[in-house]
């Protein structure tokens, strides 16, 4: 958390114009938190892995898109010779499955949508946790995330591959 609030008060700081980071810092490193983020492997399991954790409630809800066009088809098809009787039980049928489509399609929505946080949270974690362990080991005085910073003289000061790197070794 320390490290936190010093990233926060220098970028405010160097986004300012007032000081430079050496006049903060012995020694600065900048990372991509969002670069970092894309290039994991950990990120690009994640969508299978919630494809494969959704995968029945993504059936169900594409089985239900398809009986609501067969429906649909069939009425157009089939109104000419259809009774009225016919027309009102098939128009009804097309209504309960368009609400249970709602239903059914909103709770994968919701479902996925926290699943997704749950698992870009974690990952974000982990950089976090990578970047104060490297931080620690390499005696950065300060991290901040490049997206603060407006210019950058000493590329070796961008430290978001050595992160990828050891995050991506993390089961």
Known sequence: MKL???SVAAAAILTAGLVSPSALAEKVGYVNIQAIFQSLPQTAAVEPALRDEFKDQIQEV???EKDIKYY???QQRDAATMSEA???E???KVQELG???QTKAGELK???DQRQV???NKILALIKQSIDSFAEKEKYDVIMNAGSVVYLKNTDQEISNKIVEIVSKIK
């Open 99 to 101: 609400k249970d489509y």
């Open 90 to 92: 098939l128009q009804k």
């Open 118 to 120: 749950e698992e870009r």
């Open 62 to 64: 594409t089985r239900l």
């Open 110 to 112: 919701q479902g996925l």
């Open 86 to 88: 016919e027309k009102q």
């Open 72 to 74: 649909m088809e069939k």
């Open 4 to 6: 936190f609030k010093k």
